[in-house]
């Protein structure tokens, strides 16, 4: 065979074998993309119910005697709100803001259930925040393990600064990971009144010394969201995690001898415990700037379950109890 043709049959072969690659290589990218809308489906299908909250009116049911700025009350059943006051004015939201954080983690822990019991491993900033007289709640060490469901409990429970802190470095690897991940499941549910500058809620400025605090942002940052924006948030948590109602529930919880009091005090047997109620939830926050603020998730015998937050309240205990008895005649269950 001529030299020419052994080329021509070699160039031949070449292209035979490059289009099978080549139309491999296609098959795959187009199975990935495949794999890649089904996953977007079916994370959609999750995330319909946020969007459909933002736009839902909100009626303006009159409520007297409440102290908190911006207040609302959402039935989880009908899918209605029932009561509003200012439900999208922006506002600062304290610790309410780990809820964020529980719900990744949870999240996280639902493919990864044998996490739970994972040991999370305390580092110097961690630790110096748990010594500090207005950010610490229960004091560390450095290099000390404490497990994912210890720091978990402690932030839900007892609202800790440094284990919801320490649960988001070892979720997303680092403090400012974490952060970006929480802004990015903000702005997913579009949640419009939500920035996050830290995972436990307090001020930029007040991390400065334990060096969590984001170093682009002005000191004077804090984390602002809306009622609207919290209903969203805890409605997402309830559905898609309940038993994060099992962890709300708790009276206290004790770790390393250290036995820290549930900050709920609507809870059954709690202060402000009213049976009629049935507050099994949720989240506490309090800063200088946020005043009390309250996320209170309830079930009341034969009601719907229902969703209540008060912001900027001077009683928020008192503020939800108001809200409660004003709107449980609408949510009974009429199967009943």
Same mark, same amino acid.
């Given at each position: 065979?001529?030299?020419?043709?052994?080329?021509?049959? *070699?160039?031949?072969?070449?292209?035979? %074998?490059? $289009? @099978? +690659?080549?139309? !491999?290589? #296609?098959?795959?990218?187009?199975? /990935?993309?495949?794999?890649?809308?089904?996953?977007?489906?079916?994370?959609?299908?999750?995330?319909?119910?946020?969007?459909?909250?933002?736009? *839902?009116?909100?009626?303006?049911?009159? %409520?007297? $005697? @409440? +102290?908190?700025? !911006?207040? #609302?009350?959402?039935?989880?059943? /009908?899918?209605?709100?029932?009561?509003?006051?200012?439900?999208?004015?922006?506002?600062?939201?304290?610790?309410?803001?780990?809820?964020?954080?529980?719900?990744?983690?949870?999240?996280?822990?639902?493919?990864?259930?044998?996490?739970?019991?994972?040991?999370?491993?305390?580092?110097?900033?961690?630790?110096?925040?748990?010594?500090?007289?207005?950010?610490?709640?229960?004091?560390?060490?450095?290099?000390?393990?404490?497990?994912?469901?210890?720091?978990?409990?402690?932030?839900?429970?007892?609202?800790?600064?440094?284990?919801?802190?320490?649960?988001?470095?070892?979720?997303?690897?680092?403090?400012?990971?974490?952060?970006?991940?929480?802004?990015?499941?903000?702005?997913?549910?579009?949640?419009?009144?939500?920035?996050?500058?830290?995972?436990?809620?307090?001020?930029?400025?007040?991390?400065?010394?334990?060096?969590?605090?984001?170093?682009?942002?002005?000191?004077?940052?804090?984390?602002?969201?809306?009622?609207?924006?919290?209903?969203?948030?805890?409605?997402?948590?309830?559905?898609?995690?309940?038993?994060?109602?099992?962890?709300?529930?708790?009276?206290?919880?004790?770790?390393?001898?250290?036995?820290?009091?549930?900050?709920?005090?609507?809870?059954?047997?709690?202060?402000?415990?009213?049976?009629?109620?049935?507050?099994?939830?949720?989240?506490?926050?309090?800063?200088?700037?946020?005043?009390?603020?309250?996320?209170?998730?309830?079930?009341?015998?034969?009601?719907?379950?229902?969703?209540?937050?008060?912001?900027?309240?001077?009683?928020?205990?008192?503020?939800?109890?108001?809200?409660?008895?004003?709107?449980?005649?609408?949510?009974?269950?009429?199967?009943?």
């Amino acid at each position: 065979m001529k030299k020419s043709s052994r080329v021509l049959w *070699v160039s031949l072969i070449l292209c035979i %074998i490059g $289009g @099978l +690659t080549l139309s !491999t290589r #296609i098959v795959r990218e187009e199975a /990935t993309v495949l794999k890649s809308i089904k996953a977007i489906k079916k994370a959609s299908k999750v995330d319909t119910r946020p969007f459909a909250l933002r736009n *839902v009116t909100v009626p303006n049911l009159k %409520i007297n $005697g @409440l +102290t908190a700025t !911006t207040s #609302i009350a959402y039935d989880t059943v /009908t899918n209605r709100y029932l009561y509003g006051d200012q439900p999208d004015k922006k506002m600062y939201n304290a610790s309410t803001t780990k809820l964020m954080v529980l719900y990744l983690a949870l999240k996280y822990l639902q493919t990864h259930p044998h996490e739970w019991s994972a040991k999370v491993t305390i580092n110097g900033s961690v630790a110096k925040m748990s010594r500090s007289y207005y950010a610490g709640e229960l004091p560390m060490v450095k290099g000390e393990k404490l497990t994912v469901r210890q720091l978990f409990d402690n932030a839900l429970v007892a609202s800790s600064n440094e284990s919801i802190t320490a649960l988001g470095i070892w979720l997303a690897g680092s403090n400012r990971l974490m952060i970006e991940q929480m802004n990015q499941q903000a702005v997913k549910w579009h949640l419009k009144q939500t920035k996050y500058y830290s995972v436990s809620g307090l001020d930029n400025v007040d991390l400065v010394p334990f060096g969590l605090n984001i170093l682009k942002a002005k000191s004077t940052k804090k984390n602002t969201s809306s009622a609207r924006d919290l209903v969203v948030l805890a409605d997402q948590l309830i559905t898609q995690y309940p038993v994060i109602l099992k962890h709300a529930q708790l009276k206290n919880t004790t770790t390393k001898g250290f036995t820290l009091p549930t900050t709920n005090q609507m809870l059954k047997g709690e202060v402000y415990g009213n049976p009629k109620f049935g507050v099994d939830g949720l989240k506490t926050g309090t800063t200088p700037a946020a005043g009390e603020v309250f996320v209170a998730t309830a079930q009341a015998k034969n009601h719907h379950r229902v969703i209540t937050v008060v912001m900027h309240s001077t009683n928020r205990f008192v503020d939800t109890s108001k809200i409660l008895a004003k709107i449980y005649p609408l949510t009974q269950d009429k199967d009943v």
